[in-house]
């Protein structure tokens, strides 16, 4: 079990990607709700994601609710622009958590502060000019090759 978690998510337009993401390796799917938001039918609807409810979805209040939570990762990695550390330079274990900011957002500077330097990782992605862009392309090619490593496939 891989945990993917998306810290203030909203609709934007390429969030699909990592929804699909989760479907195909069955991982399992936080959204963080600092603000309060919630993905409603109108939300799915509206974006075309119907297929969200049949995903193992885990919508948590909050950032200690969910740290407190018995469904979370036993360890978090945090991918952001913010780190020189390459994400396939670590061993994954069964049960970790990999944790993206929103679309053309980021995680804030105090969630950085908390995980710490050893578990921020770069986010993979093509082209530095565009990371804010293909965030969800990055975060699919991550779970990936996270799920790769942890199913022992070449």
């Known amino acids: 079990m891989l945990h993917v978690i998306l810290f203030q998510p909203e609709i934007p337009q390429n969030t699909g990607n990592i929804g699909r993401t989760c479907a ?3 991982s399992r799917l936080h959204l963080i709700h600092p ?3 919630q993905i409603k039918d109108k939300h799915l ?3 075309g994601m119907d297929y969200w409810k049949s995903l193992d979805v885990h919508h ?6 969910f740290k407190a939570s018995d469904a ?3 360890r978090l990695f945090l991918f952001t622009t913010k780190s020189s550390q390459p994400y396939w330079d670590i061993q994954y274990e069964d049960g970790d958590g990999l944790l993206f900011g ?3 957002y ?9 995980i710490g330097e050893d578990r921020r990782l770069k986010i993979p992605h093509y082209n530095d000019s565009l990371r804010s862009l293909n965030l969800a392309t990055s975060a699919g090619v991550a779970v990936f090759e996270v799920m790769r490593q942890l199913r022992g496939n070449p």
């Open 102 to 104: 929103n679309e053309g």
């Open 60 to 65: 948590h209040e909050n950032w200690e609710a």
């Open 24 to 26: 195909i390796t069955e």
């Open 106 to 114: 980021g995680a804030p500077d105090w969630l950085h502060e908390e």
């Open 35 to 37: 603000l309060g938001f």
């Open 72 to 74: 979370g990762p036993k």
């Open 45 to 47: 609807k509206r974006s």
